[in-house]
């Protein structure tokens, strides 16, 4: 991914990015890669290590979630995925809306 683009994604600066990946970069964790259409880019990739790493903290992350969630009943973690896809898709059009303007389906 493009630095610029993980900086929208995470809702954060391109300075912040460049701070973070610089860490990432000298802990082992990703490699900065040329793009092959565009020379001049550059993208972040995760090692084979950053990529254990991550896939641990989502299987621990996963586990809380279904230990948190057990005693829920079908229905309501039914409407927790849709209210939460719900606020996924809410939150990527308001990132990318002209100010001021409401989400199709939206009253004030």
Known sequence: MRP????????TGRANISKIA????????ILRVREPSDERSVLLALTPRGREIGERIMTHVQQTFDEALAHWSEEDVTDLKRLLARLARDTVWVRQAPRGRIAPGRAR
């Open 4 to 11: 610029s683009e993980l900086a929208e994604t995470l809702g």
């Open 22 to 29: 610089h860490r990432l970069d000298t802990a082992g964790l």
